[in-house]
């Protein structure tokens, strides 16, 4: 007989997060992870650790960061991102959808959260290779995205599970969930398929952190729309919805948006699903730097319409719609040293070339003579008189074009000249869960399933359409530390 006060399903941030909150007032805490060990931690080990969160200045960093040096504050401009600015952001992205309460939760526990993490053993430091520019010898951080975990997603999933180990918790590798035990007085139970072996498990209450849908195919044909099975997978294998499906069967409602999901421009040659050697580099998202050009050798998105921040996480379904599901993206030598990391890695399907006549006729699958013809109007249409700054929406846009670029437009007329070919990735789905503000599932009449919380990227209502980065972690840790408190009390 296999009996404990909590078991979490899951072993990503959400999960953990979960039982150790749990483990605070819970004697006996089990986590369980459907991966093998090699191959733990869900998408959060695949992530670059960054975790957006709301502070008022430098002070408020230091709840999170407190190994920050008087060398590192002086060099650093950190600004401030208000719980205003945050709430605002994810209204905006989301077009007015998310949850208005469980979006202020996650907002204005953020910071809290990092906080107690960081006395579970989990520490951060300032993004200033991804989130800063320097000017003028000062790193200024831009939008609203300052905080990373040390090591990244694999440093975070590493301290996460050495804090469960520290306090006790049980973690099962190989163990998935198969089905919820429950009776007419709620959740009892889990019942597990572990080493070929079915199991029950039984719990006072049951925590779901598995995930979202996106490894999948069928599922994302089914609710993402036509096409959706051809899209990458960035992250883990491991999160199909199953979970999500056995909390429907248990009566759970569906909430938020089950068509929608995240998704970014990926190395057109990646595998299947993420690469843990890898990580998120197959990711190209230097795009507000240059053009897109797609198979009829036109552009079809405002690569400059905001930060990457705010548009990365929607441009995915936008090159899954062109035809073939791929595109390039075209930088002249002007913003060679501006480009990502992710673009200097071995595994990326790159062409240079010394015009653009050349260029276009190395684009594998692309109308070269259109090509060459829409990088030429783009060059016409680019007003050069505005001076280009990328820590700014400097306005520096285009004139005429049918499809604009906003900011940031540049020439091309410096080579050598680089492309790089990408199509869809998808990071996660959107569509989940309806819990309340206690992370207790709710049923489709409204009321809590007793026994039953969810926390992360299978919990619906909070993104839609789009996302602002560094946020899914955030909303893990979140909910995940509330639904692992409720579930203990
Ligand atoms: C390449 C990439 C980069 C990213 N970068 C960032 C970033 O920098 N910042 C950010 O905020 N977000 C980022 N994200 C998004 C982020 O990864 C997710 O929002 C977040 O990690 C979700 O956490 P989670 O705990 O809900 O799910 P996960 O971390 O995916 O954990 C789900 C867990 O459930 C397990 N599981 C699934 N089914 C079962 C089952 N039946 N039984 C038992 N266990 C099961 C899985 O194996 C896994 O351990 C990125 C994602 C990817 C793929």
């Not at 163990?175 to 029950?200: P, Y």
Request: charged fraction near 25%.
């Amino acid at each position: 007989m296999h009996t404990y006060d909590v078991v979490v399903v899951g072993a990503g941030n959400a999960a953990f997060c979960a039982a150790l909150a749990a483990r605070e007032k819970a004697q006996k805490v089990l986590v369980l992870e459907r991966a093998p060990e090699v191959e733990s931690g869900g998408n959060s080990r695949f992530t670059a650790g960054l975790m957006r969160v709301a502070y008022d200045g430098v002070e408020d960093l230091k709840r999170v960061m407190p190994d920050l040096s008087a060398e590192e504050i002086a060099r650093s401009d950190f600004g401030t991102y208000s719980a205003d600015q945050f709430l605002d952001d994810m209204a905006r992205v989301t077009e007015y959808r998310c949850d208005p309460d469980l979006t202020e939760l996650l907002v204005k526990r953020s910071l809290d959260t990092l906080a107690w993490m960081r006395t579970k053993g989990v520490r951060f430091t300032a993004a200033w290779g991804r989130q800063a520019f320097n000017i003028g010898g000062k790193f200024k951080f831009w939008g609203g995205l300052t905080v990373e975990a040390v090591g990244g997603g694999p440093g975070l999933v590493e301290s996460l599970t050495n804090a469960a180990r520290k306090n006790g918790i049980e973690v099962w590798y190989s163990a998935r969930a198969v089905d919820l035990i429950r009776d007419d007085d709620g959740v009892k139970g889990v019942r597990v398929k572990r080493n070929g072996r079915t199991i029950d498990v039984h719990a006072k209450s049951v925590v779901l952190a598995a995930g979202g849908f996106q490894a999948n195919p069928e599922w994302r044909a089914r609710y993402l729309g036509p096409g959706w099975e051809l899209a990458k997978v960035r992250g883990t294998r491991f999160n199909t919805g199953d979970v999500i499906c056995m909390a429907l069967d248990a009566g759970a409602a569906p909430a938020g948006n089950w068509s929608g999901c995240h998704a970014v421009a990926w190395e057109r040659n990646a595998p299947e699903f993420g690469d843990l050697a890898i990580g998120d580099q197959f990711q190209k998202h230097s795009y507000p730097w240059g053009v897109y050009l797609n198979a009829q050798g036109k552009r079809f998105v405002d690569e400059g319409a905001d930060f990457r921040n705010y548009t990365y996480a929607k441009y995915g379904r936008v090159i899954l719609s062109q035809p073939g599901q791929f595109a390039w993206q075209i930088f002249d030598a002007k913003v060679k040293a501006q480009l990502r990391d992710e673009y200097k890695i071995r595994q990326v399907t790159k062409r240079t070339a010394n015009t653009l006549e050349e260029l276009v006729r190395q684009l594998d699958g692309v109308d070269a003579d259109a090509a060459l013809a829409e990088l030429k109007a783009y060059n016409a249409a680019v007003r050069t008189e505005i001076a280009f700054n990328p820590n700014v929406k400097d306005g520096r846009c285009t004139k005429g074009l049918p499809i604009p670029k906003s900011n940031w437009a540049n020439t091309l007329d410096t080579p050598p000249y680089e492309a790089y070919a990408v199509t869809c990735g998808i990071t996660f789905t959107f569509g989940g869960l309806r819990i309340n503000t206690d992370a207790q599932v709710l049923d489709t009449d409204g009321a809590p399933i007793t026994g039953l919380y969810a926390a992360g990227e299978l919990v619906g209502g909070i993104f839609y359409f789009n996302y602002p980065g560094g946020s899914g972690l955030t909303n893990g840790a979140v909910f995940g530390r509330i639904a692992g408190t409720s579930a203990a009390r």
